[in-house]
Protein backbone atom coordinates (compact mmCIF):
# COMPACT_ATOMS: atom_id res chain seq x y z
CA UNK A 1 0.00 0.00 0.00
CA UNK A 2 1.25 3.32 -0.98
CA UNK A 3 0.26 6.38 1.58
CA UNK A 4 0.65 9.93 0.61
CA UNK A 5 4.20 11.36 2.57
CA UNK A 6 2.80 14.13 2.97
CA UNK A 7 -0.01 12.05 4.98
CA UNK A 8 2.36 9.97 6.61
CA UNK A 9 4.23 12.83 8.08
CA UNK A 10 0.76 14.12 9.81
CA UNK A 11 0.29 11.30 10.63
CA UNK A 12 3.48 10.64 12.06
CA UNK A 13 3.37 14.14 13.74
CA UNK A 14 0.09 13.48 15.35
CA UNK A 15 1.24 10.04 17.04
CA UNK A 16 4.58 11.82 18.28
CA UNK A 17 2.37 14.57 19.45
CA UNK A 18 0.37 12.31 21.22
CA UNK A 19 3.06 9.93 22.82
CA UNK A 20 4.31 13.25 24.46
CA UNK A 21 1.32 14.72 25.87
CA UNK A 22 0.49 11.40 26.92
CA UNK A 23 3.42 11.22 29.00
CA UNK A 24 3.32 14.02 30.36
CA UNK A 25 0.33 13.01 30.90
CA UNK A 26 0.62 10.66 33.18
CA UNK A 27 2.77 12.64 35.64
CA UNK A 28 0.45 15.92 36.04
CA UNK A 29 -2.71 13.10 37.00
CA UNK A 30 0.07 11.93 39.49
CA UNK A 31 0.72 14.87 40.93
CA UNK A 32 -2.68 16.76 40.64
CA UNK A 33 -4.23 14.02 42.83
CA UNK A 34 -1.65 13.63 45.11
CA UNK A 35 -1.95 17.49 45.32
CA UNK A 36 -5.65 17.39 45.93
CA UNK A 37 -5.38 14.14 48.63
CA UNK A 38 -2.27 15.84 50.21
CA UNK A 39 -2.49 19.60 50.10
CA UNK A 40 -5.52 20.15 52.67
CA UNK A 41 -3.64 17.98 55.58
CA UNK A 42 -0.25 20.21 54.98
CA UNK A 43 0.11 23.23 57.38
CA UNK A 44 2.84 24.45 59.50
CA UNK A 45 2.32 21.82 62.11
CA UNK A 46 2.35 19.41 60.04
CA UNK A 47 6.02 20.15 58.70
CA UNK A 48 7.23 21.11 62.21
CA UNK A 49 5.69 19.13 64.76
CA UNK A 50 6.38 15.35 65.97
CA UNK A 51 4.04 12.84 64.98
CA UNK A 52 2.13 11.52 67.73
CA UNK A 53 0.21 8.02 67.81
CA UNK A 54 2.40 6.39 65.17
CA UNK A 55 1.89 8.98 62.91
CA UNK A 56 -1.59 9.24 63.28
CA UNK A 57 -1.78 12.95 64.50
CA UNK A 58 0.91 15.75 64.83
CA UNK A 59 3.47 16.59 62.29
CA UNK A 60 6.25 14.34 60.20
CA UNK A 61 9.19 16.76 61.57
CA UNK A 62 11.31 13.53 62.79
CA UNK A 63 11.32 12.16 59.02
CA UNK A 64 11.80 15.39 57.55
CA UNK A 65 15.04 15.41 58.98
CA UNK A 66 15.39 11.84 59.24
CA UNK A 67 15.39 12.07 55.35
CA UNK A 68 17.54 14.96 55.26
CA UNK A 69 20.56 13.62 56.84
CA UNK A 70 19.88 10.22 54.96
CA UNK A 71 19.95 12.08 52.15
CA UNK A 72 22.88 14.58 52.47
CA UNK A 73 25.20 11.91 53.88
CA UNK A 74 25.02 9.26 51.36
CA UNK A 75 25.33 11.63 48.80
CA UNK A 76 28.54 13.51 50.48
CA UNK A 77 29.83 9.88 50.73
CA UNK A 78 29.40 8.45 47.57
CA UNK A 79 30.03 11.81 45.53
CA UNK A 80 33.47 12.22 45.93
CA UNK A 81 33.94 8.03 45.67
CA UNK A 82 31.90 8.15 42.32
CA UNK A 83 33.56 10.82 40.64
CA UNK A 84 37.05 9.90 41.96
CA UNK A 85 36.54 6.77 40.56
CA UNK A 86 34.99 7.93 37.04
CA UNK A 87 38.10 10.31 36.75
CA UNK A 88 40.66 7.44 37.54
CA UNK A 89 38.49 5.29 34.57
CA UNK A 90 38.76 8.07 32.34
CA UNK A 91 41.78 10.07 32.74
CA UNK A 92 44.33 7.70 34.98
CA UNK A 93 44.32 4.56 32.98
CA UNK A 94 44.27 2.54 29.74
CA UNK A 95 41.42 0.28 28.52
CA UNK A 96 42.73 -2.48 29.97
CA UNK A 97 41.46 -6.04 31.27
CA UNK A 98 40.88 -4.05 35.02
CA UNK A 99 38.94 -0.86 33.82
CA UNK A 100 36.82 -3.60 31.88
CA UNK A 101 36.10 -5.48 35.31
CA UNK A 102 35.51 -2.40 36.95
CA UNK A 103 32.73 -0.99 34.34
CA UNK A 104 31.58 -4.47 34.37
CA UNK A 105 30.48 -4.61 37.95
CA UNK A 106 29.39 -0.66 38.51
CA UNK A 107 27.34 -2.22 35.91
CA UNK A 108 25.67 -5.26 37.34
CA UNK A 109 25.64 -3.38 41.13
CA UNK A 110 23.32 -0.66 38.56
CA UNK A 111 20.95 -2.86 38.15
CA UNK A 112 20.36 -4.82 41.38
CA UNK A 113 17.33 -4.88 42.97
CA UNK A 114 17.31 -2.01 46.01
CA UNK A 115 15.81 -4.82 48.47
CA UNK A 116 19.54 -6.99 47.88
CA UNK A 117 21.14 -3.85 48.71
CA UNK A 118 19.16 -3.76 52.01
CA UNK A 119 19.47 -7.37 52.65
CA UNK A 120 23.24 -6.73 52.24
CA UNK A 121 23.19 -3.42 54.42
CA UNK A 122 21.09 -5.94 57.20
CA UNK A 123 23.70 -8.85 57.47
CA UNK A 124 26.86 -6.99 56.80
CA UNK A 125 26.34 -3.72 58.89
CA UNK A 126 23.45 -4.68 61.14
CA UNK A 127 24.56 -7.41 62.22
CA UNK A 128 27.88 -8.30 61.38
CA UNK A 129 29.39 -4.74 61.98
CA UNK A 130 27.02 -4.25 64.88
CA UNK A 131 25.79 -1.00 63.64
CA UNK A 132 22.19 -2.32 64.70
CA UNK A 133 19.27 -0.39 62.52
CA UNK A 134 21.08 3.35 62.64
CA UNK A 135 21.18 6.26 60.42
CA UNK A 136 25.19 4.82 59.69
CA UNK A 137 23.63 1.87 58.25
CA UNK A 138 21.60 3.71 56.31
CA UNK A 139 24.28 6.10 55.20
CA UNK A 140 26.61 3.17 54.05
CA UNK A 141 24.08 0.97 52.24
CA UNK A 142 22.21 4.09 50.53
CA UNK A 143 26.27 5.28 49.41
CA UNK A 144 26.43 1.69 47.54
CA UNK A 145 23.72 1.95 46.17
CA UNK A 146 23.78 5.40 44.59
CA UNK A 147 27.74 4.64 43.71
CA UNK A 148 27.13 2.99 40.25
CA UNK A 149 24.93 6.11 39.53
CA UNK A 150 27.39 8.51 39.98
CA UNK A 151 30.28 6.88 38.42
CA UNK A 152 28.54 6.33 34.88
CA UNK A 153 27.15 9.58 34.57
CA UNK A 154 30.23 11.13 35.79
CA UNK A 155 32.20 9.08 33.56
CA UNK A 156 30.01 9.90 30.43
CA UNK A 157 30.36 13.29 31.75
CA UNK A 158 34.30 13.61 31.69
CA UNK A 159 34.22 11.30 28.39
CA UNK A 160 32.57 14.19 26.84
CA UNK A 161 35.22 17.27 28.26
CA UNK A 162 36.85 17.48 24.42
CA UNK A 163 40.46 16.37 24.39
CA UNK A 164 41.40 19.65 22.92
CA UNK A 165 41.33 21.31 25.74
CA UNK A 166 43.36 18.85 27.72
CA UNK A 167 45.80 18.59 25.39
CA UNK A 168 45.88 23.04 25.30
CA UNK A 169 46.28 22.79 28.92
CA UNK A 170 49.05 20.40 28.80
CA UNK A 171 50.38 22.90 26.15
CA UNK A 172 50.42 26.03 29.10
CA UNK A 173 52.49 23.37 31.35
CA UNK A 174 49.85 21.94 33.49
CA UNK A 175 49.97 18.48 34.84
CA UNK A 176 47.50 16.19 35.12
CA UNK A 177 46.12 16.76 38.07
CA UNK A 178 45.60 20.43 37.03
CA UNK A 179 44.11 19.52 33.76
CA UNK A 180 41.90 17.54 35.45
CA UNK A 181 40.77 19.95 38.41
CA UNK A 182 40.94 23.14 36.41
CA UNK A 183 39.36 22.16 32.92
CA UNK A 184 38.14 18.63 33.16
CA UNK A 185 35.93 18.59 36.03
CA UNK A 186 34.30 22.27 35.30
CA UNK A 187 33.29 21.35 32.05
CA UNK A 188 32.08 18.20 33.01
CA UNK A 189 30.12 19.58 36.12
CA UNK A 190 26.38 19.91 34.82
CA UNK A 191 26.53 16.58 33.88
CA UNK A 192 28.30 15.13 37.37
CA UNK A 193 25.55 17.32 38.93
CA UNK A 194 22.61 15.44 36.88
CA UNK A 195 23.97 12.05 38.32
CA UNK A 196 24.38 13.55 41.88
CA UNK A 197 20.30 14.73 41.43
CA UNK A 198 18.95 11.30 39.92
CA UNK A 199 20.58 9.52 42.90
CA UNK A 200 18.88 12.28 45.53
CA UNK A 201 15.75 11.23 43.71
CA UNK A 202 16.75 7.66 44.27
CA UNK A 203 17.38 8.03 48.13
CA UNK A 204 14.68 10.12 48.67
CA UNK A 205 12.18 7.53 47.42
CA UNK A 206 14.30 4.49 48.85
CA UNK A 207 12.44 1.89 50.98
CA UNK A 208 12.94 -1.51 51.04
CA UNK A 209 16.81 -0.90 51.50
CA UNK A 210 16.04 2.14 54.33
CA UNK A 211 13.61 -0.22 56.36
CA UNK A 212 16.28 -3.11 56.49
CA UNK A 213 19.33 -1.16 57.45
CA UNK A 214 17.95 2.36 59.15
CA UNK A 215 15.13 0.61 60.25
CA UNK A 216 11.53 2.60 60.58
CA UNK A 217 11.74 4.08 64.43
CA UNK A 218 9.74 6.95 64.67
CA UNK A 219 12.01 9.07 66.25
CA UNK A 220 14.27 12.52 65.63
CA UNK A 221 17.64 10.66 65.07
CA UNK A 222 20.62 12.58 66.88
CA UNK A 223 23.94 10.76 66.27
CA UNK A 224 25.10 8.40 63.39
CA UNK A 225 24.07 5.29 65.53
CA UNK A 226 20.53 6.30 66.31
CA UNK A 227 17.56 4.73 64.37
CA UNK A 228 15.09 6.70 62.08
CA UNK A 229 12.42 7.20 59.81
CA UNK A 230 12.52 8.83 56.26
CA UNK A 231 9.78 10.45 54.74
CA UNK A 232 9.08 7.88 51.98
CA UNK A 233 9.49 5.09 54.95
CA UNK A 234 6.53 6.97 56.75
CA UNK A 235 4.59 7.72 53.89
CA UNK A 236 4.59 3.73 52.96
CA UNK A 237 3.99 2.51 56.67
CA UNK A 238 0.87 5.36 57.29
CA UNK A 239 -0.53 3.77 53.81
CA UNK A 240 0.65 0.10 54.67
CA UNK A 241 -0.51 -0.37 57.89
CA UNK A 242 -3.60 1.59 56.99
CA UNK A 243 -2.98 4.49 59.50
CA UNK A 244 -3.63 8.01 58.05
CA UNK A 245 -4.09 7.99 54.14
CA UNK A 246 -4.44 11.75 54.72
CA UNK A 247 -1.49 12.03 56.71
CA UNK A 248 0.14 9.35 53.99
CA UNK A 249 -0.60 11.64 51.18
CA UNK A 250 0.84 14.92 52.98
CA UNK A 251 3.66 13.25 53.43
CA UNK A 252 3.88 12.39 50.11
CA UNK A 253 3.11 16.17 48.68
CA UNK A 254 5.83 17.19 50.88
CA UNK A 255 8.67 14.48 49.24
CA UNK A 256 7.38 15.53 45.86
CA UNK A 257 7.60 18.98 46.69
CA UNK A 258 10.83 18.86 48.62
CA UNK A 259 12.33 16.61 45.27
CA UNK A 260 11.12 20.08 42.84
CA UNK A 261 12.79 21.94 45.22
CA UNK A 262 16.37 20.48 45.03
CA UNK A 263 15.87 20.09 41.37
CA UNK A 264 15.28 24.35 41.05
CA UNK A 265 18.24 24.41 43.50
CA UNK A 266 20.46 22.25 41.14
CA UNK A 267 19.44 23.71 38.01
CA UNK A 268 20.66 27.03 39.87
CA UNK A 269 24.07 26.08 40.94
CA UNK A 270 24.33 24.26 37.02
CA UNK A 271 23.64 27.36 35.63
CA UNK A 272 26.07 29.35 37.63
CA UNK A 273 28.96 26.78 36.50
CA UNK A 274 27.94 27.11 33.08
CA UNK A 275 28.27 30.73 32.90
CA UNK A 276 31.19 30.21 34.93
CA UNK A 277 32.65 28.35 32.69
CA UNK A 278 31.71 28.91 28.83
CA UNK B 1 74.57 33.05 15.03
CA UNK B 2 73.20 31.50 18.46
CA UNK B 3 71.76 28.32 17.80
CA UNK B 4 68.24 27.79 20.04
CA UNK B 5 67.10 24.14 18.88
CA UNK B 6 69.54 21.57 17.54
CA UNK B 7 67.48 18.47 15.99
CA UNK B 8 70.00 15.40 15.77
CA UNK B 9 69.24 12.47 13.30
CA UNK B 10 65.75 12.03 14.77
CA UNK B 11 63.79 9.21 13.55
CA UNK B 12 60.17 8.86 15.05
CA UNK B 13 57.70 6.12 14.25
CA UNK B 14 53.67 5.66 14.49
CA UNK B 15 53.43 1.70 14.97
CA UNK B 16 55.49 0.63 12.28
CA UNK B 17 55.53 3.28 10.32
CA UNK B 18 58.44 5.62 10.22
CA UNK B 19 57.06 9.07 10.05
CA UNK B 20 60.74 11.16 10.37
CA UNK B 21 63.74 9.27 8.71
CA UNK B 22 66.70 10.74 10.52
CA UNK B 23 66.48 14.49 10.60
CA UNK B 24 68.86 16.98 11.49
CA UNK B 25 68.41 20.84 11.45
CA UNK B 26 69.48 23.68 13.59
CA UNK B 27 66.44 26.75 14.13
CA UNK B 28 68.19 29.75 15.21
CA UNK B 29 67.70 32.18 18.60
CA UNK B 30 64.98 35.04 17.89
CA UNK B 31 64.58 34.20 14.17
CA UNK B 32 61.71 32.70 12.88
CA UNK B 33 61.95 29.90 11.23
CA UNK B 34 59.31 28.22 8.78
CA UNK B 35 58.79 24.42 8.23
CA UNK B 36 56.64 23.42 5.62
CA UNK B 37 56.02 20.42 3.39
CA UNK B 38 52.92 18.98 2.10
CA UNK B 39 49.96 16.67 4.49
CA UNK B 40 52.99 13.82 5.94
CA UNK B 41 55.84 15.25 5.55
CA UNK B 42 57.09 14.97 9.15
CA UNK B 43 56.50 18.76 10.16
CA UNK B 44 54.30 18.56 12.50
CA UNK B 45 55.46 15.54 14.29
CA UNK B 46 58.85 17.61 13.88
CA UNK B 47 57.23 20.17 16.67
CA UNK B 48 55.21 17.43 19.03
CA UNK B 49 58.67 16.43 19.88
CA UNK B 50 60.19 19.70 20.85
CA UNK B 51 57.56 21.07 23.12
CA UNK B 52 56.96 16.89 24.35
CA UNK B 53 53.34 17.25 23.19
CA UNK B 54 53.87 13.93 20.88
CA UNK B 55 53.81 11.90 24.85
CA UNK B 56 50.21 11.88 24.56
CA UNK B 57 50.07 9.63 21.20
CA UNK B 58 50.24 6.07 21.28
CA UNK B 59 52.86 3.55 20.33
CA UNK B 60 55.21 6.21 19.36
CA UNK B 61 59.23 5.35 19.22
CA UNK B 62 61.58 8.03 18.93
CA UNK B 63 65.37 8.32 18.27
CA UNK B 64 67.63 10.89 18.20
CA UNK B 65 68.17 13.81 20.02
CA UNK B 66 66.83 17.22 20.17
CA UNK B 67 68.94 20.10 22.24
CA UNK B 68 67.38 23.31 23.98
CA UNK B 69 70.38 25.51 24.94
CA UNK B 70 72.38 22.27 25.03
CA UNK B 71 70.37 20.06 26.77
CA UNK B 72 68.82 16.80 25.08
CA UNK B 73 65.11 16.97 25.70
CA UNK B 74 64.94 13.35 24.68
CA UNK B 75 67.56 12.14 26.91
CA UNK B 76 64.96 11.51 29.99
CA UNK B 77 66.73 13.84 32.07
CA UNK B 78 64.44 16.65 31.21
CA UNK B 79 60.89 17.45 33.00
CA UNK B 80 58.48 17.75 30.40
CA UNK B 81 56.29 20.31 32.62
CA UNK B 82 59.30 22.19 33.03
CA UNK B 83 59.78 22.16 29.45
CA UNK B 84 56.38 23.20 28.12
CA UNK B 85 57.34 26.67 30.16
CA UNK B 86 60.07 27.31 28.17
CA UNK B 87 58.30 26.21 25.03
CA UNK B 88 54.78 27.45 24.06
CA UNK B 89 52.58 26.09 21.47
CA UNK B 90 49.84 27.61 19.14
CA UNK B 91 47.55 25.08 17.51
CA UNK B 92 45.71 24.91 13.84
CA UNK B 93 42.60 25.31 15.44
CA UNK B 94 42.18 27.76 17.99
CA UNK B 95 40.81 26.42 21.75
CA UNK B 96 39.90 28.73 23.86
CA UNK B 97 39.12 27.28 27.61
CA UNK B 98 35.68 27.71 28.40
CA UNK B 99 36.23 30.61 30.89
CA UNK B 100 36.92 34.15 30.13
CA UNK B 101 38.99 35.86 27.51
CA UNK B 102 40.91 37.17 31.01
CA UNK B 103 41.03 33.68 33.02
CA UNK B 104 42.19 32.10 29.30
CA UNK B 105 45.28 34.37 29.73
CA UNK B 106 45.51 33.93 33.38
CA UNK B 107 45.77 30.24 33.08
CA UNK B 108 49.41 30.12 32.53
CA UNK B 109 50.64 32.38 34.79
CA UNK B 110 48.41 30.85 37.73
CA UNK B 111 50.10 27.58 37.19
CA UNK B 112 52.94 29.03 37.51
CA UNK B 113 51.91 29.82 41.18
CA UNK B 114 51.39 34.10 40.50
CA UNK B 115 48.19 35.16 42.63
CA UNK B 116 48.94 38.56 42.86
CA UNK B 117 46.23 40.17 40.78
CA UNK B 118 47.79 43.13 39.66
CA UNK B 119 50.19 41.21 38.41
CA UNK B 120 47.92 39.24 37.09
CA UNK B 121 46.62 42.19 35.10
CA UNK B 122 49.85 43.44 33.85
CA UNK B 123 50.50 39.97 32.23
CA UNK B 124 46.71 39.69 31.02
CA UNK B 125 47.37 43.32 29.48
CA UNK B 126 50.71 42.97 27.81
CA UNK B 127 50.55 39.67 26.54
CA UNK B 128 47.49 40.93 24.66
CA UNK B 129 49.20 43.87 23.29
CA UNK B 130 51.80 41.83 22.20
CA UNK B 131 49.17 39.54 20.10
CA UNK B 132 47.67 42.56 18.88
CA UNK B 133 44.20 41.54 20.41
CA UNK B 134 44.46 44.46 23.38
CA UNK B 135 42.83 46.84 21.48
CA UNK B 136 39.31 45.18 20.66
CA UNK B 137 38.99 43.16 23.88
CA UNK B 138 40.61 45.43 26.39
CA UNK B 139 36.54 46.63 27.29
CA UNK B 140 35.44 42.66 27.70
CA UNK B 141 38.41 40.54 29.04
CA UNK B 142 35.62 39.07 31.23
CA UNK B 143 33.08 37.84 28.39
CA UNK B 144 33.28 34.05 27.33
CA UNK B 145 36.46 33.77 24.94
CA UNK B 146 34.28 31.60 22.61
CA UNK B 147 31.90 34.61 21.74
CA UNK B 148 35.27 36.33 20.00
CA UNK B 149 35.82 35.54 16.21
CA UNK B 150 38.11 32.87 15.20
CA UNK B 151 40.80 35.33 14.15
CA UNK B 152 40.56 36.69 17.50
CA UNK B 153 39.97 33.53 19.32
CA UNK B 154 43.58 32.35 17.37
CA UNK B 155 45.24 36.05 18.81
CA UNK B 156 43.68 34.95 22.20
CA UNK B 157 45.40 32.15 22.09
CA UNK B 158 48.97 33.50 21.01
CA UNK B 159 48.33 35.67 23.92
CA UNK B 160 47.75 32.89 25.91
CA UNK B 161 51.08 30.82 25.10
CA UNK B 162 52.98 34.40 25.31
CA UNK B 163 51.28 35.12 29.06
CA UNK B 164 53.45 31.73 30.21
CA UNK B 165 56.63 33.79 29.20
CA UNK B 166 58.12 31.00 26.94
CA UNK B 167 61.36 30.92 25.26
CA UNK B 168 60.22 29.32 21.65
CA UNK B 169 57.01 29.41 20.23
CA UNK B 170 55.81 26.66 17.94
CA UNK B 171 52.73 27.44 15.61
CA UNK B 172 51.40 24.57 13.92
CA UNK B 173 49.54 26.42 11.13
CA UNK B 174 48.18 28.59 13.27
CA UNK B 175 46.74 30.51 10.21
CA UNK B 176 44.97 27.51 8.38
CA UNK B 177 41.29 28.50 9.01
CA UNK B 178 41.79 32.15 8.82
CA UNK B 179 40.75 35.13 6.45
CA UNK B 180 43.46 37.50 4.99
CA UNK B 181 42.87 39.95 7.70
CA UNK B 182 43.49 37.70 10.50
CA UNK B 183 46.30 35.96 9.27
CA UNK B 184 47.66 39.48 8.60
CA UNK B 185 47.26 40.30 11.94
CA UNK B 186 48.84 37.12 13.67
CA UNK B 187 51.89 37.73 10.94
CA UNK B 188 52.69 41.36 12.27
CA UNK B 189 52.82 40.32 15.93
CA UNK B 190 54.80 37.46 14.89
CA UNK B 191 57.43 39.80 13.30
CA UNK B 192 57.27 41.70 16.15
CA UNK B 193 57.72 38.85 18.27
CA UNK B 194 60.79 37.60 17.40
CA UNK B 195 62.84 39.86 18.76
CA UNK B 196 61.93 38.40 22.01
CA UNK B 197 61.69 35.13 21.26
CA UNK B 198 62.26 31.79 18.69
CA UNK B 199 60.00 31.27 16.58
CA UNK B 200 59.25 28.22 14.49
CA UNK B 201 55.94 28.18 12.05
CA UNK B 202 54.66 24.92 10.43
CA UNK B 203 52.74 26.43 7.63
CA UNK B 204 51.37 24.33 4.18
CA UNK B 205 51.51 28.26 2.70
CA UNK B 206 54.47 28.63 0.86
CA UNK B 207 53.33 32.49 0.06
CA UNK B 208 53.39 32.94 4.42
CA UNK B 209 56.98 31.30 4.79
CA UNK B 210 58.62 33.46 2.24
CA UNK B 211 56.75 36.48 3.49
CA UNK B 212 57.74 36.06 7.60
CA UNK B 213 60.60 33.70 8.01
CA UNK B 214 64.07 33.95 8.16
CA UNK B 215 64.82 30.34 7.18
CA UNK B 216 62.65 28.18 5.79
CA UNK B 217 63.06 24.29 5.86
CA UNK B 218 61.27 22.03 3.53
CA UNK B 219 60.04 18.48 4.27
CA UNK B 220 59.03 15.64 2.01
CA UNK B 221 58.20 11.90 3.09
CA UNK B 222 59.56 12.18 6.24
CA UNK B 223 62.85 13.87 5.45
CA UNK B 224 64.33 17.41 5.40
CA UNK B 225 64.87 18.36 1.90
CA UNK B 226 66.49 21.56 1.86
CA UNK B 227 67.01 24.07 4.25
CA UNK B 228 68.46 27.83 4.80
CA UNK B 229 67.83 31.60 4.49
CA UNK B 230 64.43 31.67 3.19
CA UNK B 231 65.55 33.87 0.55
CA UNK B 232 67.73 31.84 -0.23
CA UNK B 233 65.59 28.91 -0.81
CA UNK B 234 62.59 30.67 -2.26
CA UNK B 235 64.89 32.59 -4.94
CA UNK B 236 67.47 29.66 -5.85
CA UNK B 237 66.50 26.61 -4.28
CA UNK B 238 69.16 23.89 -4.48
CA UNK B 239 67.23 20.84 -4.90
CA UNK B 240 64.66 20.35 -7.79
CA UNK B 241 62.04 19.33 -4.94
CA UNK B 242 61.56 22.39 -3.41
CA UNK B 243 61.92 24.22 -6.24
CA UNK B 244 58.30 21.56 -7.94
CA UNK B 245 56.69 22.56 -3.84
CA UNK B 246 56.93 26.06 -3.63
CA UNK B 247 55.91 26.83 -7.66
CA UNK B 248 52.61 24.43 -6.72
CA UNK B 249 53.90 21.84 -8.88
CA UNK B 250 52.69 19.35 -6.18
CA UNK B 251 51.60 19.18 -2.53
Same mark, same amino acid.
Given at each position: ?????????????????????????????????????????????????????????????????????????????????????????????????????????????????????????????????????????????????????????????????????????????????????????????????????????????????????????????????????????????????????????????????????????????????????? | ?????????????????????????????????????????????????????????????????????????????????????????????????????? %?? +?? /? *? @??????? !??? #??? &????????????????????????????????????????????????????????????????????????????????????????????????????? %?? +?? /? *? @??????? !??? #??? &??????????
Amino acid at each position: MIINPRITDKLARIILNAQAFFTVGILVVIVVIIFFKGAPHINLEFILAAPEDMGRHGGIFFTIIGTILLVLLSILLATPLGVGTAIFLTEYTKETRFTKIIRFGVESLAGIPSILYGLFGFIFFVIKLRMGWSLLAGVLTMAIMILPTIIRTSEEAIKAVPRNLRIVSYSLSATKWETVTKVVLPSAAPGILTGIMLSIGRAVGETAAIIFTMGSSLRLPLSLMDSGRTMAVHFYILAREGISMEKAYATALILVLSILCINILAYYIMNRVIAKYS | MDIKIRVENLRVSYGSSEILKGVTIDVHTHMITGFMGPAGSGKSSLISIINRMIDFEDDVTIHGSVYIDGNNILDGTVDEIHLRRRVGTVFAVPIPLPRSVY %EN +IA /Y *G @PRLQGIR !NRT #ELN &TIVEESLKKAFLWDEVKDRLHISALKLSGGQQQRLCLARTLATKPEIILLDEPCSGLDPISTAKIEEALNELKKEFTIVLVSNNTKQIARITDYAAFFYMG %EL +IE /Y *G @PTEKVFT !NPS #EKK &TEDYIQGKFG
